[in-house]
């Protein structure tokens, strides 16, 4: 496995290369992201992964100094799933100037949920994920399911600037007690990690629960919200949401219930598909 930290030496190195596949990372890796590599690899050519730290979807107050920074054991656990390049850049090489053009999705998809909790998120995961596209021109790119909503902004993002790439979506991968794996796990102490996976539970009983037939949306998702908050949560958002744009949610409609919550001082997501 090649590690590259320069554009300059990554495109000469791609230039024969057919049928690449991008895993964008932003390292700190373990099982989920395995997971989007065996995707890539299973597609044939080429597998390159990225780990980058985005400065531009962090906002001030947020997590972007401290968020773990592991990257020879990511790259021990990319050159044992398979991946071909690592890419590993610097914050100089990929914003060589202040970002002044960037990647705005549209409000009615990027302003709601995350994108109203953490304004300006999905700008800078756009543009960065825009540049990556630009750098290693792929033919495909795996992005995983637990974050929904990161998945649709893409996706609408490569359909309306008729990017020639395939974006493929990983299933969540989780524990054994259904927390889904996360880089932010890392933070939570031993009490908080056993109670994390309630985060699931709660996602697992809307869900249950719309399956069965109800369509109270507003109640459902305020009873999971007090369910988390008498547990120690501090909830952000418990939503019912249409699978394909996160519309409003309709009778026979395939759903998704999604849920974000801070546990101490660690903020989780996760979701459910109905």
Not at 7 to 17: C, G, K, Q, S, V
Request: charged share 20%; proline share 5%.
């Amino acid at each position: 496995m090649q590690v590259i930290r320069t554009i300059a030496e990554l495109r000469p190195a791609l230039e024969d290369r057919r049928e690449i596949s991008l895993v964008p990372t932003m390292g700190n890796l373990h099982a989920g992201h395995l997971s989007l590599v065996r995707i890539a690899r299973e597609r044939g050519g080429t597998v390159v992964a990225s780990v980058f730290v985005n400065r531009l979807q962090f906002a001030p107050h947020e997590d972007f100094a401290h968020y773990p920074r592991t990257l020879e054991h990511d790259c021990e656990l990319l050159a044992a799933g398979g991946c071909d390049i690592v890419f590993v850049p610097t914050e100089q090489e990929i914003y060589p100037e202040a970002q002044s053009f960037t990647v705005q999705a549209p409000a009615d998809l990027a302003d709601v949920l995350e994108g109203q909790v953490r304004p300006g998120f999905f700008t800078g995961v756009c543009t960065v994920v825009l540049k990556l596209f630009n750098i290693v021109r792929p033919a495909a790119a795996v992005f995983g399911k637990k974050d929904y909503q990161q998945l649709l902004v893409i996706r609408k993002m490569v359909r309306q600037l008729a990017l020639p790439i395939d974006v493929l979506a990983a299933d969540i991968i989780r524990d054994a007690g259904g927390l889904a794996l996360s880089s932010r796990n890392g933070y939570l102490n031993d009490s908080q990690r056993a109670e994390a996976a309630q985060l699931h539970a709660a996602l697992r009983a809307l869900a249950e629960k719309v399956r069965s037939g109800r369509t109270d949306w507003p109640r459902l998702e305020a009873q999971a919200v007090e369910f988390l908050s008498a547990r120690g949560w501090q909830p952000d958002y418990v939503a019912i949401r249409g699978r394909a744009g996160l519309e409003a949610p309709i009778p026979g409609a395939a759903l998704v219930a999604l849920g974000a919550a801070r546990l101490g001082a660690t903020r989780l997501i996760d979701n459910v598909e109905v």
